[in-house]
């Protein structure tokens, strides 16, 4: 069973930076389709922010991710970061973890959540 583990939230000023990780635990190779970046507001549902694709140098923008988001990996590591850049009030939410361990287009396994927010 993978297990997605994020870290790396926080509090930051308008105009700072952080970068989330995400670690997968796996019994086995861990080796996903896809894996991505979500967040949510309260009262809002959860948006894709980012994703890429594990074997590929493939990335998928959500439609209202900002250019000041940027997603790396380390696949020895099993690892993934989102690099959050010139953050805003707006950026506030608590962002998820999310891949395709079952190889196919739809993120069945997903992390707890972690919380950023932003403040003027």
């Known amino acids: 069973q993978v297990q997605l583990v994020e870290s790396g939230g926080g509090s930051v000023q308008a105009g700072g930076s952080l970068r989330l990780s995400c670690v997968a635990s796996s019994g086995r190779t861990f080796s996903p389709y896809v894996i991505g970046w979500f967040r949510q507001v309260p009262g809002k549902e959860r948006e894709f922010v980012i994703g890429?694709?594990?074997?590929?140098?493939?990335?998928y923008y959500g439609d209202a991710v900002p250019g000041r988001f940027t997603m790396s990996r380390d696949n020895a590591k099993n690892t993934v970061y989102l690099h959050m850049n010139s953050l805003q009030p707006e950026d506030t939410a608590v962002y998820y973890c999310?891949?395709?361990?079952?190889?196919?287009?739809?993120?069945?396994?997903w992390g707890q959540g972690i919380q950023v927010t932003v403040s003027s």
């Open positions: 890429m694709s594990w074997n590929k140098d493939n990335t």
């Open positions: 999310a891949a395709s361990v079952k190889y196919t287009t739809t993120y069945d396994t």
